[in-house]
């Protein structure tokens, strides 16, 4: 089973995460911010990862903290647990609709951290939540899973249900990218390390 766990406590936050990326989408997701709950439960539902999270943040301030270092978490755990990515697909990729809106995430687990990142929600928020730290979310997440991540929202008119075609196409291209491939036998690539 490939499975990590990280914690990481700071003056901002303090956070326990652990993964199990051969799960069954089973969740547990105490951030203290209810919106990325329920998208951090797309990733573990749509992905059949297992993630157990408590975070405990400066609400008091804003968000931005929590999310980010969450994210900062969530990538260093899938960096641990994929290991030396030998067998693995690499590739992932996944289009998700949700009534009018319609999203598209594609990765690779190159290495090599980057994201594109086009998505316009038509509002600042949903709920309580600042739709800005979705970006932050994914830079941080692209560049401690080391990464590279795209992600478009091809159309959209409600910000839920675009945040959630994001997060449930994430969940569901993480699940392709690190499948073993049974005609794999090293490592999915030509300079032979990723």
């Known amino acids: 089973m490939r499975q990590a766990s990280i914690e990481r406590n700071t003056a901002e936050t303090k956070i326990s995460l652990s993964i199990n990326l051969d799960g069954d989408g089973n969740s547990s997701i105490q951030s203290g911010v209810p ?23 400066d609400h008091e301030i ?17 960096y641990k647990a994929i290991g030396d990515k030998r067998g693995i697909v690499r590739y992932g990729h996944a289009y998700v609709p949700l009534d009018e809106a319609l999203s598209r995430v594609v990765l690779d687990f190159s290495g090599r951290p980057s994201l594109e990142y086009h998505v316009n929600f038509p509002r600042e928020r949903v709920g309580d939540f600042d739709i800005d730290l979705f970006r932050e979310f994914f830079a941080a997440l692209a560049n401690h899973a080391r990464i590279s991540l795209h992600i478009d929202c091809l159309r959209g008119r409600n910000n839920h249900h675009i945040a959630e075609t994001i997060f449930k196409a994430l969940g569901r291209a993480l699940r392709m990218a690190v499948a073993y491939d049974d005609r794999q036998k090293g490592i999915p690539s030509t300079k032979g390390c990723l």
Do not use: N, P, S
């Not at 931005?64 to 270092?69: A, P, Q």
């Open 62 to 78: 804003d968000d931005h903290h929590t999310v980010e270092d969450i994210a900062i978490c969530l990538g260093e755990v899938f």
């Open 35 to 57: 919106f990325l709950d329920h998208m951090m439960e797309q990733i573990a539902r749509h992905g059949l990862i297992d993630i157990q999270l408590v975070a405990k943040g």
